[in-house]
């Protein structure tokens, strides 16, 4: 790889990470408003739980759809042949700013549909649809099957590569799904369909992209591989063929319900739990040269864990629900989180700066334990009964267990948020902003490594 081409690389991650950064920023910037209206000593401040909810519409597109689709392109620059923000990303950036404003038209009507809560208003509707095309443009790439010429770990390619794929999968569904279901029916029952297909095969995208940064990180803190190169395939390959299959379920309704569903039971939690214990077979806990991987890494295999013991508890349609997506949505983030950081050390000049060491260092710490909080409260309210998706004067709590339960979510909302705004510090005070330190780049290019 030649110094210009290694430039150009560096200035691509770095426009999409700022891009997937800017969008998880201000989707935690509402949720504040969120878990607000959702604490007791709170929620009477919110006496319209319409806002919340066009709030928490926005706040789940934002955070998760735009910042986790757009980690994936950041990643997939690593990989790709041809790294470039390009029209790409300009379309990425007008979807953002439409989805940013489109929570404060009284006009859009929200609605809370499974896995894509969306507003019923063109704007929203435009803003989306930029953002998810912008990031299958970005994936269209010889990266997909080829190897690429910068020097990542095979094992953590595997999942990227497939993660990429399967979002395309997804969005090719999606698009089929508008071009042929009715719009004619009731709109919950129209969004329900016309995202169940996608919204399932899009958390298989998610499921690879956040394996293949576990086996990247634990390699880059041991330095040495813990996978073969077939058990790197048998791993992916149980979360991936499923997803790539699943399309054959449009054949019929039944199928389509049935057969996500029997997928999401059965193929999203062994491949995880199996490369979780390859990964405490390592003993990373050993490694004391840098406890802020070590400790990110423990908050997104703790996070992952909870969450498939409180899916496991399901019963009905009550908090427990949230509770489960956020234990597993905070695993997802805390990953990305440290990769973004090791992505920002690697094209700039290291800060030497005590104070910021020390913040680092217990950022992972407030961050998961806020997030555990928050999850465990969410967990203990839908133990009670506590319906979800509900805010402000429509929130009816029954019990001093309930009460505890929801002023958890609170307390816990608010510790991950302060070791987000931590994480926000580190970026910009790391020179995310800043162009590339380019002696850095030019020293050594051969050896330059993700």
Known sequence: ???????????????????????????????????????????????????????????????????????????????????????????????????????????????????????????????????????????????????????????????????????????????????????????????????????????????????????????????????????????????ALPALVSPLFLISTTYMTKGFEFLMTWFTWPAPTLLMLMIFRQRPWTNQTNPFFTRTLYASLGLMLIGFVIGFLIRGSNTLVPAHYHATIGSIMTSMMLMGIILIEKTKKQISNPALSTWKNRMPLIFGIGQAIFVVGFALAGFLGQARKTYGSEQSIRSPLEYMGLTMVGIGGILAMIGGVIFFVLVFRKGLFSPPFHEQLNHDVDQFKF
């Open 1 to 239: 790889m030649t110094k210009n081409e290694l430039s150009v690389r560096v200035h691509s991650i770095r426009l999409w990470l700022i891009l997937t950064l800017g969008s998880m920023f201000l989707g935690g910037a509402l949720s504040l408003f969120l878990f607000l209206a959702r604490t007791p000593m709170t929620s009477r401040w919110f006496s319209s739980p319409d806002l919340s909810k066009r709030i928490l519409v926005v706040h789940v597109t934002l955070m998760f759809t735009c910042g986790f689709f757009g980690f994936l392109a950041t990643i997939f620059q690593t990989l790709s042949h041809r790294p470039r923000f390009g029209y790409a990303g300009i379309i990425c950036v007008v979807g953002t700013i439409l989805l940013l404003f489109s929570p404060f038209l009284p006009s859009a009507k929200h609605i809370l549909s499974n896995y894509f809560p969306v507003l019923d208003h063109p704007i929203f509707f435009a803003g989306l649809g930029f953002y998810l095309t912008g990031i299958a443009l970005s994936l269209v790439d010889r990266g997909l099957f080829q190897k690429a010429t910068v020097n990542l770990w095979t094992s953590s390619t595997y999942g990227f590569r497939l993660s990429a794929l399967i979002y395309l999968v997804g969005w090719t569904l999606l698009a089929w799904n508008i071009l042929s279901i009715t719009p004619n029916i009731d709109r919950q029952s129209y969004f329900e369909m016309l995202f169940w297909g996608p919204g399932h095969i899009f958390q298989f995208a998610h499921l690879c992209l956040v394996m293949g940064i576990w086996i990247f990180l634990i390699e880059y803190i041991s330095e040495k591989h813990i996978l073969s190169h077939t058990m790197s395939k048998m791993i992916f390959g149980w979360v």
